[in-house]
């Protein structure tokens, strides 16, 4: 069997003997020349190919601080790389724990971070994410690191004069950044509050395959309501604004103590206050480790690899695998 090989842009596409005879009835038929024919059927291939090729994008956000937020993220990411996955980090926190997490940290704030590529300088520029990744210690884990320089964002990015766009910067530097290298997921860390720079991390999610999702680190109590609510409402107003279909979320019960009365009825609260809420079955408990793990600047799942935390992450990885199919 003959195979003849096309070139469109960067991609080789492979056409059969079979293929090529279609493809010429097909021209008989509708009276379209065969390079047009030819084009369509690349086109349509292209289109195939890139959205095979799309990594499962992972928003981590919560209105509500100590949920184990950035604790999630970083293990999320390392767990996914340890099971041969390239992964892309990206941290849009301005107090930059997770860039900390990581070993990156710019405590002088000197060098390029997030900052760069969402602020547009003043010749109207604005970095790419390749100008700015960097790698960390971790095999196949990159960043996009973050520092003070970002913690007035919302604030800066309303008050330039040029808002074009500007809920969808960081989905268009993954679009760009996709276009010359591949990540199999991108996971970003997303600051305790529910603003400008939470609407790109949602909007984000347009840039990944039909798996990119958000996850919802929550603690089963009565706090949770009102966060969960806040949260919750924010991705329902950037889907209307943008008119687009609503992005899954999946709750991530976190410093968990199952065996106890207040974790019931934390869970049983939620599911009564939110009939579409979708937990994970890997339930991420409350472990020493975690905490110890956060003041050595490490991640949990690195810090104690055996701990009953760092298994479960390790679970919601291969939970997170399922998904993205």
């Known amino acids: 069997m003959a195979v003849k090989k096309i070139k469109k842009n960067t991609a080789a596409f492979y056409l059969t003997?079979?293929?090529?005879?279609?493809?010429?009835?097909?021209?008989?038929?509708?009276?379209?020349?065969?390079?047009?024919?030819?084009?369509?059927?690349?086109?349509?291939?292209m289109i195939e190919k890139n959205g095979e090729d799309k990594p499962m994008i992972i928003t981590i956000m919560s209105f509500k601080g100590g949920v184990?937020?950035?604790?999630?993220?970083?293990?999320?990411?390392?767990?996914?790389?340890?099971?041969?996955?390239?992964?892309?980090?990206?941290?849009?926190?301005g107090q930059g724990s997770i860039s900390q997490y990581l070993g990156v940290y710019d405590q002088t704030a000197e060098e390029d971070c997030i900052a760069d590529i969402m602020f547009t300088n003043a010749k109207g520029q604005?970095?790419?994410?390749?100008?700015?990744?960097?790698?960390?210690?971790?095999?196949?884990?990159d960043i996009v690191p973050s520092n003070f320089r970002?913690?007035?964002?919302?604030?800066?990015?309303?008050?330039?004069?040029?808002?074009?766009?500007?809920?969808?910067?960081?989905?268009?530097?993954?679009?760009?950044?996709l276009e010359e290298t591949h990540y199999?997921?991108?996971?970003?860390?997303?600051?305790p509050s529910l603003g400008l720079v939470v609407t790109n991390a949602i909007t984000a999610l347009e840039a990944g395959n039909d798996a990119s999702m958000i996850i919802i680190p929550v603690r089963c109590d009565g706090f949770a309501i009102a966060g969960l609510s806040n949260t919750i409402s924010t991705i329902e107003q950037v889907a209307r604004e943008r008119r687009t279909p609503m992005r899954r979320w999946k709750l991530l019960s976190?410093?968990?103590e199952k065996n106890t009365v207040?974790?019931?009825?934390?869970?049983?609260?939620?599911?009564?206050?939110?009939?579409?809420?979708?937990?994970?079955?890997?339930?991420?408990?409350?472990?020493?480790?975690?905490?110890?793990?956060?003041?050595?600047m490490q991640p949990a799942v690195v810090y104690e690899p055996k701990?009953?935390?760092?298994?479960?992450?390790?679970?919601?990885?291969?939970?997170i695998e399922e998904i993205n199919g």
Do not use: H, W
């Not at 293929?19 to 369509?40: D, H, P, R």
């Open 17 to 45: 003997d079979e293929v090529t005879e279609a493809l010429e009835e097909k021209a008989k038929k509708t009276g379209i020349s065969k390079s047009e024919i030819v084009e369509q059927y690349l086109a349509k291939a």
């Open 68 to 93: 184990g937020k950035t604790t999630s993220a970083a293990s999320i990411g390392i767990c996914l790389a340890e099971n041969n996955n390239k992964v892309l980090i990206i941290d849009l926190d």
């Open 126 to 141: 604005r970095k790419t994410i390749l100008d700015i990744v960097r790698p960390t210690e971790y095999p196949n884990v």
């Open 150 to 177: 970002f913690s007035d964002a919302d604030s800066r990015m309303r008050n330039e004069s040029s808002q074009s766009s500007i809920d969808s910067r960081l989905r268009f530097a993954i679009e760009d950044a």
């Open 184 to 191: 199999d997921y991108i996971v970003i860390d997303c600051p």
């Open 254 to 256: 976190t410093i968990a």
């Open 262 to 296: 207040a974790y019931r009825e934390g869970k049983k609260l939620i599911d009564k206050s939110f009939k579409n809420a979708e937990f994970f079955n890997t339930v991420i408990p409350k472990n020493t480790s975690v905490i110890e793990s956060t003041l050595a």
């Open 307 to 319: 701990s009953k935390a760092a298994e479960e992450y390790r679970r919601l990885a291969e939970e």
